[in-house]
């Protein structure tokens, strides 16, 4: 029993950790963490609501993955990804991802494929609401729950790992341009190709949508480049 009693809080942490981690992760994707700015752990927990040791542990998980870099004495530092980085990650992706919506469409049911609809519904009302953290959480369960239905898990840790550390750039540009909405109305075009059955469509497609998110990284980068820096997004809650 002693051992169970000590272990408790370790997963509660754990947990709180992870939250931190997540909620980070999207703030960058946001530009809310601007790309070379040092940030410290005492700040960043104010701002989030939670101790600084969740979000030392965070920003350690986040250097594993290659988004930041400690800096002594001071915190971390937002990392940068050169264009190759981007173009090597893009064309990962596109080597995993459009072969499995290829199979995707010839082997899945309709009827489990139109269950992702309403998260795709989500992503456009999000872009549409400007929703920039909403856009982000409802585009990864639509992208990692299809292709979850091709029955590799390994695929999916994976790709889910690549858009960890393949984050977008300034975001709330791209927002403000209109060019997220149309992306975002990309997943529900994707959809009907594959209830369809048309696998070469539904390909062609992901393969487009790839390149307009490579797109978007590279507009994200140039509106980063002269933005302000961002306040740090909404605090997290430990019973969340």
Request: net charge negative; aromatic share 2%.
């Amino acid at each position: 029993m002693g051992d169970l009693r000590q272990r408790s809080p370790i997963l509660v942490q754990e947990r709180l950790r992870d939250q931190v981690a997540n909620a980070l992760r999207a703030a960058m994707t946001a530009g809310e963490l601007r790309v070379g700015a040092v940030y410290s752990a005492p700040v960043l927990a104010a701002e989030l609501g939670v101790s600084p040791t969740p979000v030392r542990e965070a920003m350690l998980a986040l250097a594993r993955e290659g988004l930041v870099e400690p800096v002594r004495n001071k915190g971390f530092r937002v990392t940068e990804l050169s264009e190759r980085d981007l173009d090597e990650y893009t064309e990962i992706r596109a080597l995993i991802e459009v072969p499995t919506v290829g199979q995707i469409a010839r082997t899945v049911p309709a009827g489990e494929l139109e269950a992702l609809r309403p998260v795709a519904r989500e992503i456009v009302t999000a872009a549409a609401r400007h929703d920039l953290i909403g856009y982000l959480d409802a585009d990864r369960r639509f992208h990692l729950r299809l292709l979850a239905l091709a029955g590799n898990d390994r695929l999916v840790e994976v790709v889910g790992e690549l858009r960890k550390r393949a984050r977008l750039y300034g975001l709330t540009g791209l927002d403000r341009s209109g060019e997220l909405v149309a992306s975002a109305e990309e997943h529900l075009e994707l959809l009907d190709l594959l209830i369809g059955g048309d696998a070469p469509g539904a390909e062609a497609c992901m393969r487009r949508h790839l390149g307009h998110v490579r797109s978007l990284w590279s507009a994200g980068r140039e509106e980063e480049a002269g933005a302000e820096p961002a306040p740090v997004p909404t605090p997290v809650s430990a019973s969340d």
